[in-house]
């Protein structure tokens, strides 16, 4: 027996990387999908990789788009009947100098890391409360919402956003038994980061800041995710999971 199943769950930014892990995870725990990406050819590619583990539907779209957030929602509604899980998981990440940032990497990058969530969010939400049988929300933040790192100013402005959109979520949908949690990963091997810190130098250079000696993979934020999203964190609203090697508790 899966500790997610008979949930439905829509995952975002699900073609690659950690939400590709958590797709999977949420699969063999048992969930039914619908999951999202902004680039379609790398979401048909998971969904058709997943689909032997259990029921995948997609829907390619771009999660700052208040339209496509709503009929992301619609679309589980037709498919399931009911809305149990919302993963918001996609995000990017620019690295540049504070004095190098342009107003649109500002502007693309709030709206995608934290307006998104806020947009899906409410949507799910909506849903949720008017089922009347509760839910979980789990939106991806960073250590980077936690404390700061450099070149990074716009993306760890929209992760310490993410950490406190997650604590007012939750407190204001806790009377409806809606569960809003965040996870806040610290270097985990996707691509993403190998994109953003290309540097070889750099990557070897940042595993001194972890005390467990290495990265993390996709795979361990994924069981973070399953965990929260289930019923077994009934008690957990309003938190923030580290998941980082100990890197945060190391001056
Ligand atoms: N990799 C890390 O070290 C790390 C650490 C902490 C937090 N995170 C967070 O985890 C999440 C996933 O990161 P990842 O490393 O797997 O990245 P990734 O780039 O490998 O995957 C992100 C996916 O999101 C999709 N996406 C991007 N913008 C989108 C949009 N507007 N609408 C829909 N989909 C969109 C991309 O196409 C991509 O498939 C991000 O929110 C990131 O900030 C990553």
Redesign the pocket.
Known sequence: MGRLDGKSAII?????????AISRKFLEEGARLLI????PD?LDNTAQELSRLGTVHSLP????DAAYCAALVQRARELFGELNILVN?????LVRPFLEHTEADWDRTLA??LK?MFLLGQQAARLMVAQGKGGAIVN?????GHVGEKRLAA?NAS?AGVVLLTKTMAIELAQYNIRVNCV??????????E?AWADDHFVKAYLEKIPLGRY?Q?EE?ANVFAFLASDEASFITGDSVVIDGGQLSEE
Request: charged fraction near 15%; include cysteine; hydrophobic fraction near 35%.
């Open positions: 975002t930014g699900a073609g690659r990387g950690i939400g590709k999202c990406d902004v680039v790398r779209g771009d999660v700052t998981n996609a995000g990017i990440a995608v890391n998104s991806m933040a960073s250590t980077n993306y992760k806040a990963p610290g270097f985990i091997q996707t691509q993403l980061a994109e993390g996709p934020v």
